[in-house]
């Protein structure tokens, strides 16, 4: 019984980070210029894709295709955020939704005509493969692996966002946006730069996912509804909050297939409706 | 199309004008029952289209008129589907009393769930109706017992229209009802949107921060029309459960909030005849191309979502009408 | 000494270490025409924002006709007697003047939420507010849509509505924020001409028409009341010269 707790709260917090790595950007872009990106998932698919065909097509092994993803991915982003995106900043939320959902449904169309419907597999490294043992439990090594990851990307980013000049800059303009373009900051850089991070990290989350969850074409709009828990219960801007939600939403997830079944994602949506409710703005939101 | 008014009498006059059915309108009613002669064969996706386009005038009155998103609508479709559904089970199988309780009911529970909706804005209002819709859905899922579960619910009776006419097999009594259902919440719509309670919502849509400026309880006006929406939703899925003798989950599931929204926005929202065209051009395009894998047909939804957002943000109607004004100078 | 229709008591508000509202107390009579100048960031919006609950104080009082409304939400207020414009155009875009005012009429007079009712059949509303609107020059434009007004007509409409709210009370956030010189004067006229018992308080930047419609002044400098005197004192006070001209020439 311990040990299958300890199983379930493992794998719920790798897929908590999965979902942090995917979620995070999203937050922190939606902070700096509310604009509610749900494309972020095609982002996330984008670069599951990407992997699929730098692993496969190109014969490049598994852990070269992360940084593709990620570059593929961000690159692509910035090129929709100046050319459409920002058109929307001024626009209702429901403008931004419907548009950048509308995004969505495209490009999962676009995956279904270019690679099928069908999941894809990819081939992991020998040391990706299995499970490591410790202390008598046995941790899937890919989930190790994950978790690592996940972690020394919240280690950058708190320190990029905390040391560096333009985390100071990107701090500035989630406070306020007025005050920031007033102390001579380019907030319209610093978000397109951001932007690109941001998607970049989703397109990296959407390569990492393919082990653990599968990739399709509806990929894109299913992990949606996760990366929109995790952003607004996390509360917009804040890497703390969107790595709390994320690590209690997956491991209420795991936890509740794992021990109540039946429930579904009841409990989920309960609790995200419990939270919001009390506090609009998120766990650790400030506004 | 506004003349300057410089007479109280103008003012009166130019109000009548904005409330009077136009012609427009009466040739759209009697267009509408060309089907019963010339296209029978398409009775069922006419009945279809014109409970949609309910359940489509439904989110109007809170997101076009009102201005509050909701992503989660279908949770009072279902509701009332299922409530008509359970109703006829329980051996009472009267189509008309039966819309009236199973809207009764979902504005009972839109109004328990208004209390909640007006205290959140932005993200967080988008997030709870999405969340209140899936959790709906899942709670329908899981009391298998009650609702049939992904088998839906079977064998439902329901009895003659006026103890007289029998939902017959092609479909003319189902399209008679849903047409009357449709009618009759269109022009009680109407009156609400042209009351001074119309307005109001009008003005929290325009202007939410002025609204406690002149002295408006807004909270309470969206909370009653929030009430009505939800009852009127309630009623299309009743009337659906109707036509077709049969509930299913579907009727609960986030594809319908959404598709509903996608409806409104093509059409145009804030004038209640564009969620009717939304829902039509939806609908029709959908069966003309059932054969297309779905995955595509989502690709011209998607794109079609992004001109409009980009292009006619007034959707189509709005775009038609300014082109109408245009023309008449 | 007439009747005090608006008084505040020693009404506080910090925004972190920034004191916006230090202790203010200030009192309205009846048919008050007073005006409230003071250098850009004084905190004279703050304070409306405070009086009209826009802003929660932080401490202190306020008394409208001597009842405590210190919690009361806005709305409370307004219907209450105590209504207010903004410096920034804040209408219905969409709507016509017509619209708006008779929204707001029937917004006061309870009939807002009367849904199975016809707008045309509140004939009363109508009718006032066609009444307004003409007051306020603005009966031609009636149905037009508000979006489409020449600016100076929209600063009409914001007193407009909040006319139609009939307050006891009106404060009045620079309500010629942005309009030219001749047709500021204009607007002044027309607020000049508002029944005699309504009490107004008034944000204005340019002293001539401070000078010429204000029966007293409050000055307020960082937050605090510096002087409240009729407008000769106020002329000749040789601080609020110094605050005044200093700020000004800091341009």
Redesign the interface.
């Known amino acids: 019984m311990i040990g299958n707790l300890a199983i379930v709260l493992f794998d719920g917090l790798a897929f908590g980070m999965l979902l942090f790595v995917l979620s995070v950007g999203l937050s922190v872009t ?1 902070g700096l210029m ?1 604009f ?1 990106n749900l494309a972020h998932g095609a982002f996330a698919m984008l670069g599951g894709y990407v992997t699929v065909l730098v692993t496969r097509e190109l014969g490049l092994p598994f852990l070269w295709s992360l940084p593709a993803a990620f570059i593929v991915a961000a690159l692509v982003s910035v090129g929709f955020e100046r050319t ?1 995106f920002r ?2 900043y001024r ?1 209702g ?3 931004q ?3 950048t ?10 995956a ?2 270019v690679f099928g ?1 069908a999941q894809q597999p990819i081939q992991l490294p020998q040391f990706l493969r299995g499970v490591t043992e410790f202390a008598g439990l046995r941790f899937g090594s890919y989930r190790i692996f994950l978790i690592i990851i996940a972690l020394v990307i919240t280690g950058l980013l708190v320190l990029g966002l905390e040391y560096t000049r333009f985390g100071a800059q990107i701090r500035a303009a989630v406070d306020n946006q007025r005050a920031a373009q007033g102390l001579g900051i380019d907030v319209d850089t610093v978000f397109a730069v951001t932007f690109a991070l941001g998607s970049g990290l989703a397109g990296l989350g959407g390569a990492l996912a393919i082990e653990m969850v599968g990739l399709d ?1 509806s990929f894109g709009f299913h992990y949606l ?1 996760y990366m ?2 995790v ?2 219960v996390g509360g ?1 801007g804040s890497i703390a909050g969107s790595f709390v939600a994320a690590s209690l939403l997956g491991i209420a997830d795991v936890a509740g297939k794992y021990f109540v079944p ?5 409990m989920i ?2 609790i ?2 419990a939270v ?2 009390l506090r ?3 766990l650790f939101g400030k506004r | 199309m506004t003349t300057p008014a410089s007479s109280t009498a103008d003012n009166h006059a130019w109000l009548r004008r904005q409330a009077r059915w136009s012609p427009y309108e009466l040739a759209f009613w009697l267009a509408v029952l060309i089907p019963f002669w010339v296209f029978p064969t398409y009775l069922t996706l006419a009945s279809q289209i014109a409970i949609t386009a309910l359940f489509a005038v439904s989110v109007d009155l809170v ?1 076009g008129y009102a201005g509050i ?1 909701t ?1 989660g609508h279908a949770m009072f479709f279902g509701l009332g589907a299922y409530a008509a559904g359970l109703l006829t089970k329980a051996g009472w199988g009267e189509p008309l009393s039966g819309l009236v309780l199973s809207g009764l009911l979902t504005a009972l529970v839109g109004l328990l769930v208004s209390f ?1 909706i007006v ?6 209002l ?3 109706t ?3 819709g ?2 709906t859905a ?2 329908a ?2 009391l298998g017992w009650l609702t049939g579960g992904t088998d839906g619910l079977q064998g439902v009776d329901v009895w003659p229209v006026f103890n007289h006419f029998e939902f017959d097999l092609w479909g003319y009594t189902a399209y008679a009802y849903a047409l009357a259902a449709l009618f009759v919440g269109v022009a009680a719509a109407r009156r609400i949107v042209h009351s001074s309670f119309g307005l109001s919502l009008r003005g929290v849509r325009e202007n939410l921060n002025r609204m406690p400026a002149i002295g408006s309880p807004w909270r309470r006006h969206l909370q009653i029309v929030y009430t009505i929406s939800a009852g009127m939703a309630g009623i299309a899925g009743a009337v659906l459960t109707h036509t077709t003798e049969t509930v299913s989950l579907d009727s609960l599931s986030f594809q319908r909030s ?1 598709d509903v ?2 409806m409104l ?1 093509l059409g145009g929202t804030g004038r209640l005849y564009g969620a009717i065209l939304g829902a039509a051009i939806f609908m029709i395009a959908r069966d003309q191309l059932s054969d297309m ?1 779905p ?5 011209w ?6 001109l ?3 292009f006619m ?1 007034k959707g189509i109607l709005g775009g038609l009408s300014g082109l109408l004004r245009r023309l008449g100078g | 000494m007439s009747e005090i229709m608006l008084a505040t008591q020693s009404v506080r508000k910090s925004f972190g270490s920034l004191e916006v509202a230090r202790d203010v107390s200030i009192e309205l009579p009846r048919g008050a025409r007073h005006a409230l100048i003071g250098p850009n960031g004084a905190g004279k919006t703050t304070l409306i924002n405070l009086i009209t609950g826009q802003l929660a104080p932080d401490g202190g009082r306020i008394l409208l006709e001597g009842v405590d409304i210190t919690h009361a939400p806005v709305a409370a207020r307004v219907r209450r007697g105590l209504t207010r414009t903004f410096q920034i155009n804040t209408l219905f875009p969409d709507l016509t003047p017509l619209e708006s005012v008779v929204m707001a009429i029937c917004e006061r007079e309870g009939k807002a939420a009367q849904f199975w009712r016809p707008l045309t059949s509140h004939g009363d509303a109508i009718d006032e507010a066609h009444e307004i609107l003409a007051r306020l020059r603005l009966a031609d434009e009636a149905t037009r849509t508000t979006r489409h007004l020449p600016y100076g007509k929209q600063r009409l409409l914001e007193i407009a509505l909040a006319l139609a709210t009939k307050p006891k009370v009106l404060l009045l956030d620079e309500p010629a924020a942005g309009v030219p010189k001749d047709e500021s004067a204009m607007l002044f006229s027309v607020i000049d001409a508002l029944p005699e018992d309504m009490t107004i308080l008034f944000i204005e930047h340019d002293m001539s028409i401070v000078f010429t419609f204000a029966s007293r002044i409050i000055v307020l400098v960082a937050g605090g009341v510096l002087l409240e005197a009729d407008p000769d004192t106020v002329r000749s006070d040789p601080r609020v010269r110094e605050v005044y001209l200093g700020s000004a020439h800091g341009h």
């Open positions: 939606l509310n509610v459409l058109r929307l626009a939320e429901l403008n939704v419907l548009f959902i509308g995004l969505v449904f495209a490009a999962s169309a676009a279904a005509y419907t074409p509804v929109m828990i952003v607004s917009l039946d429930l579904g994602a009841f949506y309960l995200m409706i919001l409710f609009p703005q998120g | 997101l998103v992503l909640m205290r959140v804005q932005h993200l967080a988008l997030m709870i999405l969340g209140l899936l959790l899942e709670l899922n899981s959404a929204v996608v926005i894998n995955q595509y047909w989502y690709f939804i998607g794109l079609l979502l992004m409009v957002v980009l943000p």
